[in-house]
């Protein structure tokens, strides 16, 4: 296996620059090792050494959408972006509830090679929310599935739920839930408030989250069992999580990149790259969700990165289908809102995009000290760089990008699965 020296990097972005010597997967050196005859190097120069990131939340469309997303491509938005471990969900056509398909999505991951595709088996049999899936075989298959999650739908039968969170306390897997109480979201097209009242939007009410995650913790508290939750969207939320915590149930909690710096104030716009589940929330909640990233209420970001084809979106509002690209973007927009505000540092970061998620999820080789003798799953940033998003230009097939034109700051420069070069200066491998 090849040799690469990484030259003048700051791990976490402090102290002094360091040279790097990664051989044989993992970080050999680190100080100022000499470079060994033919090793590759690359200039570090300003940049910011992390751990690489992982995505406890990604919808890779595979099998039965290829026309939005494969595991080809994005494995390759996921390189791009600095993950080195995405979890792909369920929520594919056929659904991920059975082996077959988790293995499936497995083996493509490990095929192509670019990132640890983890599948996410689906909670219940063909998402429908009435019976149990076999969650068992799932994790017990080669694909050794770890978390479970019916997103895109919720498991909205609290026997049900109670019942997943039993089994997998037994399993030693997480369930991940999309929090959505599905008899307060009927016909729901946008963040229930007043932009979407005089839109003539109908409205998605903070409660229909809020009740579940609330009831979900309180299941979770009696049945001993651990309870992750989907992409936060509401200030109400924080408070229930901060509640839970407090009184020691084992509660996590992702936000995604959208929900941090966008807000239902792109209602105005018509457009329905805007449409997302759960919505765009207000300022004041979005306000809130970076705080509580900040002080750690919410345990890290995951992109909930979901393709859609043109078809499903450039369409009236109501027809189109909720969902926003975010593999590639995630980086910037938390730079953006966390790190240019002085909400997070660079050790924030790794904390949010790669240590909390990888300790979630329970990989015991992504989220590592940058240390002498670690994997070395790397991502390196260059946190001065800016670039202007364009949807076309991303990895994804689709380009449902709700950042188009926008300029954003922090640019990935590398990424190392491995101690192998996934993804360079904008390029795969
Ligand atoms: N987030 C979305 O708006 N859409 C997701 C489903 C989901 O995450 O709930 C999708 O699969 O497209
Ligand atoms: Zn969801
Ligand atoms: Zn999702």
Redesign the pocket.
Known sequence: MSEILIKGARRYGEGDPVDVLVADGVLAEIGSPAAPEGCEVLDAAGQVLLPGFVDL?T?L?EPGREDTETVETGSAAAALGGYTAVFA?A?TDPVADNAVIVEHVWRRGREIGLVDVHPVGAVTVGLRGERLAELGTMARSEAGVRMFSD???CVADPLIMRRALEYSTALGVVVAQ?A?EPRLTVGAQAHEGARAARLGYSGWPASAEESIVARDCILARHAGARLHV??VSTAGTVDVLSWAKDRGTRVSAEV?PHHLLLTDERLATYDPVN????PLRAEDDAERLRQALADGVVDCVAT?H???APQDKDCEWAAA????LGLQTALSVVARTMVRTGLLDWRGVARVMSERPAEIAGLPDQGRPLAEGEPANLVLVDPDAEWTVRGPELASIAANTPYEGMRLPAVVTATLLRGRITAREGKIG
């Not at 449409?275 to 759960?278: A, D």
């Open positions: 939340h919808h469309r969900m929520n997103d895109g739908h999309h959505e989907c992409h995604t449409k997302v589940n759960p909930d979901a393709p859609h289908r909720p969902g926003m």
